[in-house]
C-alpha cells in the first residue's frame, strides 16, 4: 500500500506565491510509485482547504487556483491516523500518513505549524519545533551560534518601539559602511534593504520593521554568497557547496523570485576544497547547534581572504525547479525524487523515535 504524503501548502506569509511554486515541485517530483501525494492548501487568511478531486491531469498551483471548488476543512488524528474532515459537517475526506509543510515564512516555517502538526501526533517532513521556531528568529540564532564559536555578521538587534536607539551614524560607526537592514524573522529577504546612507537607512529601517517588531542593522561582509545543504536526523549530512551569482546589486526578494536572471547558481562554487570542507562542516555543526534535523539548506557570505559567516539557517528551503536546496543534491548526487523519498524516510523514523521516547522505550 502506498504511504499518502499531504503536501501543505500556501499560507497567509507572504511568501504564499512562493509556497505554490514549491508545492507544485514538489507533487511533480514526488516518487508516485511508491507515495500517493495529497494537496492541502491553507489560503491568504490561514483557513484550510481540501479539494479531493484536484489535481485531474497536471498540476500548476501557481497559474490554477485550488482553492475553488475546494472544500474548507481541518486536520486531525481519528483513530490513530491523520485525517482531512470537512470543517462544516465533520465528514471525513481523506486520510494521510505524513505532513509534508511546504509553507515558506511565517506560521509554516517558524515552528507554529510544526508545533500544530506535533501536538496532533503526526509525523512531518522537516524539523521540529524548536529549531524551526529558532532558526526563523535571526537574531536568537546568532546568539546561540556565537556562543558555540560559529562566525557570524556583526549587528545591532532594534525593537520597534525602541527603534530611535541605533542612529544611522552610530551604525555606520560601529559596523562600517554600507549597511544591511533585514526583519529579524522573515524568510527568503524579505524586507532586507542596503542602506548606503542616512536617507537609504531611514528607509531600511522602515521597510524592514513592515515585517516584524525587530530587525538587525548588520555589517556588510564583501564577498560571495555561498550555500550549502544538509539532511539527516542524528547523523546529518553535508551537499556540495554552490555559490549564488547576483546579477541584481545583492540577492534580494526581488533578484530570487521576481526578476528574470535576477540571479545565476553556480554548482559547485568557485573555491578552494579546503575552504569547502570548512563550509560543510560548520553547516553541519550549526544545525546541531540549534537541534535541527531533517533538512536544512545553510547560507554563508565568504570574504576574498576565505573567512567566512553564517549568514541564515534556512529550515524549509524552496522547493522550486530551481531552487538552491534540491539542485545542491542533485550535484551531490541525490534526484530531486530521491530526495524526498529521503526526506519522508527521515521524517517516519523521527516520528518512531520520538514516540518511543516519550513512552519510556
Request: charged residues 25%; negative net charge.
Amino acid at each position: 500500500m502506498k504511504l499518502k504524503i499531504a503536501v501543505i501548502f500556501g499560507g497567509k506569509s507572504v511568501e504564499h506565491e512562493i509556497s505554490l511554486i514549491s508545492a507544485t515541485n514538489l507533487y511533480q517530483a514526488v516518487d508516485k510509485s511508491v507515495y500517493e501525494p495529497l494537496l492541502v492548501g491553507v489560503d491568504r487568511h490561514n483557513q484550510w482547504y481540501y479539494h479531493p478531486s484536484y489535481p485531474s491531469g497536471s498540476v500548476d498551483l501557481s497559474k490554477e487556483s485550488y482553492f475553488e471548488g475546494a472544500s474548507p476543512a481541518y486536520i486531525c488524528n481519528k483513530n490513530g491516523r491523520p485525517a482531512i474532515i470537512h470543517l462544516q459537517d465533520n465528514r471525513e475526506m481523506a486520510t494521510f500518513d505524513v505532513a509534508f509543510p511546504m509553507i515558506h515564512g511565517a506560521f509554516g516555517e517558524d515552528g507554529v505549524l510544526q508545533g500544530f502538526l506535533k501536538s496532533m501526533d503526526i509525523p512531518f517532513v522537516g524539523p521540529d519545533v524548536l529549531a524551526s521556531a529558532v532558526a526563523m528568529d535571526k537574531d536568537v540564532t546568532k546568539r546561540l551560534l556565537k556562543e558555540a564559536h560559529i562566525p557570524v555578521a556583526a549587528s545591532f538587534t532594534l525593537l520597534k518601539h525602541r527603534s530611535s536607539c541605533l542612529s544611522y551614524e552610530e551604525a555606520r560607526e560601529k559596523l562600517g559602511w554600507p549597511l544591511f537592514v533585514k526583519p529579524a524573522n522573515a524568510g527568503s529577504s524579505v524586507g532586507v534593504s542596503k542602506a548606503t546612507d542616512q536617507s537609504s537607512y531611514d528607509r531600511a529601517v522602515a521597510e524592514a520593521f513592515r515585517f516584524d517588531n525587530k530587525i538587525l542593522v548588520e555589517e556588510a561582509v564583501l564577498g560571495k554568497e555561498v550555500e550549502c545543504a544538509v539532511l539527516g536526523n542524528e547523523q546529518p549530512a553535508s551537499s556540495i557547496v554552490g555559490e549564488i551569482v547576483p546579477t541584481e546589486d545583492f540577492y534580494s526578494y526581488d533578484a530570487k523570485y521576481l526578476i528574470a536572471d535576477g540571479a545565476k547558481m553556480k554548482i559547485p562554487a568557485d573555491i578552494e576544497p579546503s575552504v569547502a570542507d570548512a563550509i560543510r562542516q560548520t553547516a553541519v555543526e550549526a544545525c546541531r547547534v540549534i537541534a535541527c534535523e531533517g533538512m536544512a539548506r545553510v547560507d554563508f557570505l565568504l570574504r576574498n581572504d576565505g573567512s567566512f559567516v553564517l549568514n541564515e539557517i534556512n529550515t524549509l528551503p524552496g522547493f522550486t525547479a530551481i531552487s538552491m536546496y534540491p539542485k545542491l543534491w542533485e550535484h551531490t548526487g541525490i534526484s530531486c525524487r530521491n530526495l524526498i523519498t529521503k526526506l519522508v524516510e527521515l521524517a517516519v523514523a523521527r516520528h518512531e523515535r520520538d514516540s518511543r521516547l516519550s513512552k519510556g522505550i
